[in-house]
């Protein structure tokens, strides 16, 4: 069983489009998190939910706009799509904060054409 | 902001050696981590060291923190081709679970 999971695993589109990525965790985390990997695999903290609220919102473009209906999913969804988007969106969950380690999902590699 | 800085960026060994990574950060920190990274995949995590604790061990690693120093070291004895991926240490500085990443220590272990 995957315990965090992201949807789709590869996405590629055009400048300008809107597209969302998914993600599932199994766990019963109470956070989870998004972050950016770019091509020198730096990663950087974008967005981060506790029990559906945002706890963490980095200096990120209001293009990329997170959604958590409940605290086992959040949702990233990324507006007029730019060149420098692309990189690989990975989300990760964790319990009471990153005490236990986070556990990440397998990642979603952007692609902006 | 970069909290992490890692070195070596990149460490070529063969079967059977040791390898060791060093992270040094920046701030104050709760905890420090160390996760792997194979290419393509998520990053798993490893081990997690408290401010208060100087050595922890988990079978072949073995991670050290020295907070006076603001800094922390990475061991896998008799390493394997399996270990061959990205190492990166991450620091927890906040009480909102924000870990910030350094840039990474590419391991290639040849067999």
């Known amino acids: 069983d995957t315990a965090v999971s992201q949807t789709p695993k590869y996405l590629v589109t055009q400048m300008g489009n809107d597209k969302s990525i998914k993600c599932e965790q199994n766990l019963g985390h109470d956070t989870m998190y998004w972050y950016k990997q770019d091509s020198k695999k730096f990663l950087k903290i974008m967005f981060s939910y506790n029990n559906k609220e945002l706890i963490i919102n980095e200096t990120v473009p209001n293009r990329f706009s997170p959604k958590s209906p409940d605290k086992a999913h959040l949702n990233l969804h990324i507006n007029s799509l730019e060149l420098g988007d692309s990189a690989v969106y990975f989300c990760?969950?964790?319990?009471?904060?990153?005490?236990?380690?986070?556990?990440f999902g397998s990642g979603t590699r952007l692609t902006v054409v | 902001s970069q909290q992490g800085e890692e070195d070596p960026q990149a460490l070529s060994i063969q079967e059977g050696e040791n390898a060791t990574m060093n992270c040094s950060y920046k701030t104050s920190i709760n905890n420090l981590q160390w996760y792997r990274q194979n290419s393509g995949r998520g990053l798993v995590h490893l081990i997690l060291i408290r401010s208060n604790e100087r050595e922890k061990h988990s079978g072949r690693l073995r991670v050290t923190l020295d907070t006076s120093k603001k800094s922390s070291s990475l061991l896998i004895t008799a390493s394997r081709a399996a270990d061959t991926a990205s190492y990166f240490c991450a620091t927890d500085g906040s009480n909102t679970g924000k870990l910030i990443f350094g840039q990474g220590t590419t391991l290639q272990v040849k067999p």
């Open positions: 990760a969950s964790s319990q009471a904060g990153s005490s236990y380690g986070y556990t």
